[in-house]
């Protein structure tokens, strides 16, 4: 099946960011970003801004009659995920391939329990630098969706699907032979350099220079890995380095999405990072201090909006 028409549900900084890359490469009604009628409204009203120029998208809302998506991304919020699937269900067909772009390791299952895992690929969104304010985004590096099978027992026509289409509307990407590692490495750095950047109120820069916030980020990682050795991922020191590359190479004025969360007082996903480590952590008898103390600082910040 050769990929020809896309659906995106969440018009966040990933919804944004891909969507408008993938305009620009694609015929205008194929690609199709389901909303709401009164966010459509908005969205035609406002306009959506990437890097400063409108973004020129075809809206349709959930309850349109199309053909199914060949491709079919979710890019949304945790806590939107339900709300998601219900408004992607006119999106799926038989034949659609599904990425999700949440964060943390379990979106997959959620979503494949809705529509069936055999549509499931594995994916993480990594590299990017975006900050959305309002319905603008601004971004110097645009990242890469890294998508494969779950591990390296499997493999995938669909992955080759998604590759050809990437390959032909030039978005950046990588084919990862074992994602659910993958997934896993992501998580371990949302744990430490989105909390750590929400509870300290510092943008990319403050973590790439070394200090208490460094060390701070540092250690909710370790914890992460000792944590993922339990749930017989291994994560090594290897994996903090791989992403400490990344890190180290962003825009210092860029901010992680849970500081732009807690800027615009909305509640994070903390429970996606440390409370997922701590939720675990009590599962295998380990006490995880870093994450205890950035999971009780972020539910306090909360408490307050």
Known sequence: MEITTVSIVGLGALGVLFGDHLSKHMPWETLRIVADSDRIKKYRR??????????????????????????LIIAVKYSDLPAAIEASRNQVGSETVILSLLNGI???????????????????????????????????????????????????????EVKRFFEKTNLPHEVVSDMQKRLWSKFMLNVGVNQVSAVFGCDYGGLQKEGSTRSTMLAAMEEAMILSEKENVNLTQADIEYWLRILDGLNPQGKPSMLQ?????????????????????KKHGLTFPINQMLYGKLKAMESTF
């Open 46 to 71: 406002d306009g959506v801004f990437c890097n400063s120029k409108p973004c020129d998208f075809n809206y349709i809302t959930p309850d349109e009659i199309v053909l199914p998506a060949d491709l």
């Open 106 to 160: 379990s979106s997959e299952e959620i979503i494949g329990e809705a529509f069936g895992m055999d549509k499931m690929l594995y994916s993480v969104a990594q590299g990017m630098d975006a900050v959305k304010v309002g319905n603008r985004l601004t971004y110097e590096n645009m990242g890469k969706i890294c998508f494969g099978a779950a591990s390296t027992d499997e493999s995938s026509e669909k992955v080759e």
């Open 261 to 281: 969360d807690i800027e615009a007082k909305r509640h994070s996903e903390v429970e996606l990072f440390s409370g997922t480590i701590l939720a675990l952590g």
